[in-house]
């Protein structure tokens, strides 16, 4: 922060430091993986720039050929990088079982190198982020940056690179060649919101994760229908918190440094259907698949069949963009099939009610539910098997499950009433007092991370 305060005003020294801080951020995970943003970034920085040099000339189709060229050129290599270290082992394991039942017994998975089944932390994230880049470039919706460091600046800015929010050129290229705008204010807000996102994680998620990980360990140990409902809300409060948390910090980091970042969670658990959630949960990614496949691919323009189509690829592509492992392909394709049905039932109209909308907040929040069970799970057996044990009704029960689950659950309401209801706003508008004691309850919430905080967990989508 003492070299930001020096170059921050400086726009060349300022993206030279947010360039060699990224560089240092990632590269202190494995350094040798710089090597690969590096190649993902330059392919698109060239190929953003082609296009633009494309539109001068004057043969319209030569002028199309060179532009979707270097548009393919730009998702074959995106894509292509990303499927190598994320799916190789995933495709390589199918084709040898479809091998098998010809009597072929080869294991593929022995010839792809040892390097690329290593899968580089944040690699969707950055991937989408530069795909992005020349995707609008061509679009005509952005003029491309003449200057590397400049891009790559964009493409790596540390706060959000390992996990998101997925930042698009258009919202930040241009912001990052302005001054930054702060003020103690805003700093002070941007403290607040570190401090609420490191309470997602260390004291919610991480304390949550415990218990999980702890049943998942062994799941057949467990055959208790209330055990495993415990444990799954508990997956649910912990991927959120998990996530959200670190968006919430990253948010927080970059705010203090003078810019920003759009929402990424909006309380999805008090979403009205699925549609509802989906605007609500993992913002950045829901509108970027919106955005550059699903409207692409027709949207909603071309009869309600291709319509349900064009949502079941584009759930089935998100499903897969979070895991290589077909219990994530089953969950992307659970929630276009739930959008469907949705759809296709028009239940917005039977919600007249306050009662009627409670009725499908909870239901919705059961089909959400039920979805984590695969997102959660090793395997698609595995999750049938815990949902055979809910559905079975067993009254056996883990006792250790219950009192600290039930401990987890209430401060998780507590904190997201606070948030919702936003609460520290409702309280300095009516009472001036709070303004002076609210920093009082910060640093107490900050003890409370210190001396609450659960055994260390790596962020959950740090492996997607």
């Not at 060229?69 to 390589?92: D, E, P, R």
């Not at 919706?141 to 460091?149: A, C, E, K, Y």
């Not at 062994?218 to 997956?235: A, D, K, S």
């Not at 739930?338 to 759809?343: F, G, M, P, S, T």
């Amino acid at each position: 922060m003492f070299l930001w305060a020096i170059v921050k005003k400086h726009t060349q020294l300022r993206l030279i430091l947010i360039f060699i801080a990224s560089c240092i951020f990632y590269g202190w995970w494995d350094w040798r993986f710089l090597f690969l943003i590096f190649f993902t970034g330059s392919i698109d920085f060239i190929l953003a720039l082609c296009i633009e040099k494309a539109n001068d000339i004057s043969n319209i189709k030569i002028r199309n050929f060179i532009r979707k060229t270097c548009l393919y050129l730009s998702l074959v290599s995106g894509i292509g990088v990303l499927s190598v270290f994320k799916y190789s082992k995933f495709f390589a394991n199918i084709i040898s079982s479809a091998l098998s039942y010809i009597g072929l017994n080869i294991q593929l998975i022995n010839y792809i190198p040892e390097f690329c089944l290593i899968l580089p932390v944040g690699i969707s994230f950055y991937t989408f982020q530069s795909l992005s880049y020349t995707i609008d470039v061509y679009r005509g919706v952005l003029r491309p940056t003449r200057n590397p460091i400049h891009y790559m600046a964009y493409l790596m800015l540390f706060p959000q690179l390992v996990a998101g929010p997925i930042v698009r050129a258009v919202d930040l290229l241009p912001k990052l060649l302005q001054p930054p705008v702060s003020s103690n204010t805003v700093k002070y807000n941007a403290l607040k919101l570190i401090a609420v996102g490191f309470f997602k994680k260390c004291v919610i998620a991480d304390r949550a994760a415990f218990l999980v990980d702890t049943v998942f360990s062994n799941t057949h140990l467990y055959t208790g229908t209330l055990t495993w409902i415990l444990v799954m809300m508990l997956f649910s409060i912990q991927i959120y918190c998990d996530f959200s948390g670190y968006s919430d910090i990253a948010r927080g980091i970059i705010r203090y440094m003078g810019y920003s970042f759009n929402l990424n969670f909006n309380h999805p658990y008090i979403a009205c259907g699925m549609h509802d959630f989906w605007s609500r949960w993992h913002i950045s990614l829901s509108t970027w698949f919106r955005d550059y496949l699903y409207i692409p691919l027709g949207g909603n323009k071309k009869g309600k069949i291709r319509t349900y189509l064009n949502l079941f690829i584009t759930f089935f592509i998100s499903g897969l963009w979070h895991g290589a492992a077909w219990n994530f392909v089953f969950w992307g394709a659970y929630h276009a099939v739930v959008q469907i049905i949705e759809r296709i039932l028009n239940i917005k109209k039977y919600i007249t009610t306050k009662y009627h909308r409670f009725a499908w907040l909870i239901a919705t929040q059961i089909l959400v539910f039920t979805g984590w069970i695969f997102f959660r799970s090793q395997s698609l057996s595995e999750a049938l098997y815990i949902m055979g044990k809910i559905c079975s009704l067993s009254s056996e029960t883990a006792k250790f499950t219950i009192s600290r689950s039930l401990g987890i659950i209430l401060l998780f309401i507590v904190m997201e009433t606070f948030l919702v209801k936003k609460a520290d706003q409702f309280l300095l508008k009516r009472f001036k007092v709070f303004r002076y004691i609210e920093p009082f309850l910060i640093g107490f919430f900050i003890i409370m991370i210190v001396l609450l905080r659960g055994d260390e967990h790596g962020f959950i989508y740090f492996q997607f």
